[in-house]
């Protein structure tokens, strides 16, 4: 009997230990990428990567598939990068021509950390297109609340839009450490992790409408630092000290090659 | 038949030589000493910083900024180790050991901000300082 006992409590066990990792699993949305944001200049947001101008060339490259591997999966290219006072996002999306639905959006689902507990995630900014055949959009800014999206009283941040041929590209913009409202945005701080959870969907619904998503973890570089170190300043001041005895001594020496030549033609005669 | 003796002729010969070397060795100290000017104006501006147009895009143009700062350093210390020899030279003293380091000192002390500008001219200004050994030698 109590053989028995020790049996079932260790199949229990088993089949406990094999469960839970996928109920975590289920709450939350899988991380596929962690990626390190780049410092850059500042984009324009317009739904356009001018290529000629380079506003996104320092940005963090990288292809992703939202909704796991083709042909299940959408591929995207998704640009990160920041500034002293944004964090700047696109996503371009590369679909056969005709297959861009018309109210075809993408949404940034943010965690207020690393986190990804699905409960974490609280805060949205989604590009939806009205009407994609005019590149006419709209950019909302969600609050989410047991999976629940309100529109937020104050929009934080700016999204533009904009399908090309069959490249339909997406610009997010958002404050870091500067957000209008605290309770219902994730406010973003410099040198920390966040999970974006990046979503694709073609009907204006939210969260039903998305049909392929993925998270991403996003480091969000430290400022860098605006004071030199004590050791840059000694050097410096030890060069501007070394160039200014060269300097002295070369204009002493210049007089001296001018006395010579006095004492050259006193000699002379 | 010449009027005036052959002795004064060599002696004539002999100072109107002198006077053409000195005249050569003077010359060579204010070229030498106005090109090592030139060289320190730019090596000042770009080892301070001041021109920092090839700093910090990649590897190929800090390669290119290394070596302006490196060469202008070098160059800075040949036409000025040139220009003072003559200069000694013109006043009778040979340069001393002691001048030579002074001169060694000033232009390794350009390099303090970059530790690879730093290992280069000290590399380049021995190279020199040997073939000047040599040359002395031979």
Known sequence: ?269 | MSKIPKQQEKELKSKEKYRSNEKFAYRSVIISAILGGIFFIISLFFNTGFITIFMNKDIFWNFIDITIKVLAIMFFFLFMITSVGNYKELIGKPLNWKELLFLFLLSIGQTILNIWVFTFTLFGLAIIIIYLYIVQEF
């Open chain 1, 1 to 269: 009997m109590k053989k028995l006992s020790f049996r079932v409590i260790i199949c229990i066990l088993i089949v406990n230990l094999t469960i839970i990792p996928f109920l975590f699993a289920l709450n939350g949305y899988g991380t596929t990428e962690e990626i390190d944001s780049k410092f850059g200049d500042t984009p324009v947001i317009d739904g356009y990567i001018d290529l000629f101008s380079g506003e996104w060339n320092k940005a963090m490259k990288v292809q992703i598939n939202l909704g796991g591997l083709p042909p299940k999966g959408l591929p995207i290219s998704l640009w990160v990068m920041q500034n002293d006072f944004n964090l700047y996002i696109s996503v371009q999306l590369e679909l056969e021509q005709g297959y861009h639905n018309i109210t075809e959006f993408i949404g940034l689902i943010i965690s207020n950390s690393s986190s990804e507990a699905k409960e974490d995630f609280i805060d949205a900014k989604i590009i939806q297109f009205s009407n994609i055949s005019v590149d006419k959009f709209n950019y909302f800014d969600y609050y989410i609340n047991n999976s629940i999206f309100s529109i937020d009283t104050e929009v934080n941040g700016n999204g533009a839009a904009n399908l090309d041929g069959v490249t339909s590209t997406y610009e997010f913009s958002i404050p870091i450490k500067n957000t209008l409202d605290n309770v219902e945005d994730v406010v973003l701080d410099y040198g920390n992790t966040y999970a974006f959870n990046i979503t694709y969907g073609d009907v204006p619904i939210y969260p039903n409408g998305i049909k392929k998503s993925t998270t991403v973890l996003i480091n969000l570089i430290s400022l860098p630092s605006t004071l030199p170190s004590l050791t840059n300043i000694i050097l410096f001041a030890l060069c501007i000290v070394v160039f200014s005895i060269i300097g002295i001594l070369y204009g002493f020496y210049i007089y001296k090659i001018l006395r010579l030549k006095a004492d050259i033609k006193r000699v002379k005669r």
